[in-house]
């Protein structure tokens, strides 16, 4: 989950994005610092752990992603999920699909989820650097790491395409609140992933 970028400006205001990467900045860093410190391209096995969070994340997400309410507001945004990569991941490492569920519920209504989708979606701009690790283990677009891998588009216009999407949106302050809340959220969710994880580590390595 690395940084995100986008548009800081619209007709000299700040854009819903730019706000939105303001507000959540230290969410974002705590994420981002958690999950260097899991090490995922030291070893395969490290680096199996963090897909496994990573299925675990895009599984939830794909109730989102195929919503026909948000679709008619983000035309393509079925196509932009991940999911399906993300489990040839898992069969490509030989995982067995992870079977936790988090506590911690989705929205499945209301613009919240478009905080949870600007989350997601940065995770993707931000993989480049993942991917590159990634081959340094042996893994690829092709293999292990698949999604990882950038858009057929790019990722820069891939990500313009969404952000020109959500700036655009229509949405009263209430609704603004929502998306923020949303991303926040979306944040504690894979935090909350982590620290399951790294517990669960630590126990593992206790007993060895």
Not at 41 to 51: A, K, P
Request: charged content about 25%.
């Amino acid at each position: 989950m690395n940084e995100i970028s986008q548009p800081e400006t619209m007709r000299g205001q700040p854009t819903r994005l730019a706000e939105l990467k303001q507000s959540t900045r230290t969410d974002h860093q705590s994420v981002d610092d958690m999950v260097m410190a899991m090490a995922p391209f030291d070893s395969r096995e490290n680096y199996t752990r963090f897909l496994r969070l990573q299925y675990i994340f895009h599984r939830a997400m794909r109730p989102l992603y195929v919503a026909d309410d948000l679709n008619q507001l983000m035309p393509g945004l079925a196509d932009r999920s991940r999911y399906a990569a993300v489990s040839k991941d898992i069969a490509d490492m030989g995982c067995e699909v992870p079977d936790f569920r988090s506590r911690q519920d989705i929205a499945q209504i209301g613009m919240a989820r478009v905080g949870w989708l600007y989350v997601c979606e940065g995770s993707s701009l931000g993989a480049a650097f993942l991917l590159k690790a990634a081959a340094g283990i042996g893994l690829t677009a092709d293999f292990g790491a698949r999604h990882l891998a950038a858009h057929a588009d790019g990722r820069g216009r891939h990500w313009r395409e969404f952000v020109d999407q959500v700036n655009s949106l229509a949405l009263g302050k209430n609704e603004d609140e929502m998306v923020r809340d949303g991303a926040c959220a979306a944040f504690e969710f894979f935090r909350n992933l982590l620290m399951v994880e790294a517990a669960r580590t630590a126990d593992t390595q206790s007993q060895g």
